[in-house]
């Protein structure tokens, strides 16, 4: 059975191995693939996967010997499933690896906005703090959590993880979900529309898919309902926020901060205006990148293609 990863960069850049795939097939590897280079590299593959190269319809039909489509990520808006599905081809994705780390990251995005440590670590090597005539010295306010809303957009398994270790910081959760079921048994939980979130929160962390109906979703009119003093964290999808908008709040002091992994176009445009936006954390899409979570994503890619062989496929999107 041939084999085409299509990006298989992000994945691996060469800390792990592409052994349980070998062991699976004849494996074709490349770093990067442009959408307009997939048809010449799949061609003949029965099973192809995808990070990031875009599957739409048109390069779907033009490979008659896919069977699998295997998304290297949990998001799948990359692949035509509708296209897919009406060819018979199976679309996995893998929805579970990186729950620790993302959850992770949005809090070093939001410590790092509370405390400042790089700028304050970055001070004293510079002799401020030999220089001052004070024990202590600080350039920014400090910010302590304990006691503060941490608002949840989103509540699957990686806003969940985020309310676990919010409530083990101190403060109380306030969640938002389609699906309002299992609450956790956290001191001061409790359920909340997606404007309560906004106006009542002091942190809100977006977790939520994109889909038509959630993009843009913070926008001028939402980032409005915010309190000036709170935090946005998107670790989620670039879409879900205005860029202009956000960085319009933030500059007029309408909202406190704001600490990004993820941006609507990336890599960003020179001219994204969040990029130089006030008080405005932009990290490049790493929050799900840790060595930990990409050897489990590897083990359950192939895992994934191992049961499709086996005529049990898992992890099928629907």
């Known amino acids: 059975m041939k084999i085409t990863i299509l990006d298989g960069y992000a994945l691996n850049p060469g800390d792990q191995s592409w052994d349980g795939f070998r062991k699976l097939g004849d494996v074709r590897i490349f770093d990067r693939t442009m959408v307009d280079q997939v048809v010449e590299r799949a061609t003949g593959a029965t099973v192809v996967l995808t990070n990031k190269t875009p599957l739409p319809d048109y390069v779907i039909r033009q490979l008659p010997d896919l069977k699998y489509i295997g998304v290297l990520a949990t998001g799948y808006n990359v692949v035509d499933v509708d296209a897919a599905k009406q060819r018979g081809i199976v679309v996995c994705n893998i929805p579970t690896y990186g729950t620790a780390s993302v959850a992770q990251f949005v809090f070093a995005l939001l410590l790092e906005l509370c405390h400042n440590v790089k700028l304050h670590a970055d001070a004293v090597r510079a002799g401020e703090w030999s220089r001052s005539a004070d024990w202590s010295f600080w350039t920014t306010p400090l910010m302590e959590l304990s006691g503060k809303t941490m608002g949840i957009v989103g509540f699957g398994r990686i806003g969940?993880?985020?309310?676990?270790?919010?409530?083990?910081?101190?403060?109380?959760?306030?969640?938002?979900?389609?699906?309002?079921?299992?609450?956790?048994?956290?001191?001061?939980?409790?359920?909340?529309?997606?404007?309560?979130?906004?106006?009542?929160?002091?942190?809100?962390?977006?977790?939520?898919?994109?889909?038509?109906?959630?993009?843009?979703?913070?926008?001028?009119?939402?980032?409005?309902?915010?309190?000036?003093?709170?935090?946005?964290?998107?670790?989620?999808?670039?879409?879900?926020?205005?860029?202009?908008?956000?960085?319009?709040?933030?500059?007029?002091?309408?909202?406190?901060?704001?600490?990004?992994?993820?941006?609507?176009?990336?890599?960003?445009?020179?001219?994204?205006?969040?990029?130089?936006?006030?008080?405005?954390?932009?990290?490049?899409?790493?929050?799900?990148?840790?060595?930990?979570?990409?050897?489990?994503?590897?083990?359950?890619?192939?895992?994934?293609?191992?049961?499709?062989?086996?005529?049990?496929?898992?992890?099928?999107?629907?």
Request: hydrophobic residues 45%; charged residues 20%.
């Open 160 to 318: 969940r993880q985020v309310g676990r270790i919010a409530d083990a910081m101190g403060m109380r959760v306030l969640a938002c979900d389609t699906y309002q079921v299992d609450a956790p048994l956290h001191i001061g939980f409790r359920w909340g529309s997606l404007e309560e979130v906004l106006r009542e929160s002091d942190v809100v962390s977006l977790h939520s898919p994109l889909f038509p109906e959630t993009r843009g979703m913070i926008n001028a009119g939402s980032l409005a309902m915010m309190k000036p003093s709170a935090i946005l964290i998107n670790t989620s999808r670039g879409p879900l926020v205005v860029d202009q908008d956000l960085a319009d709040a933030l500059n007029s002091d309408k909202l406190a901060g704001a600490g990004l992994d993820v941006l609507s176009i990336e890599p960003p445009l020179n001219n994204n205006p969040l990029l130089h936006a006030k008080n405005c954390l932009v990290t490049p899409h790493i929050a799900w990148a840790t060595r930990e979570a990409r050897a489990r994503l590897m083990d359950i890619a192939v895992e994934n293609v191992s049961a499709f062989m086996a005529g049990t496929p898992r992890n099928v999107v629907s």
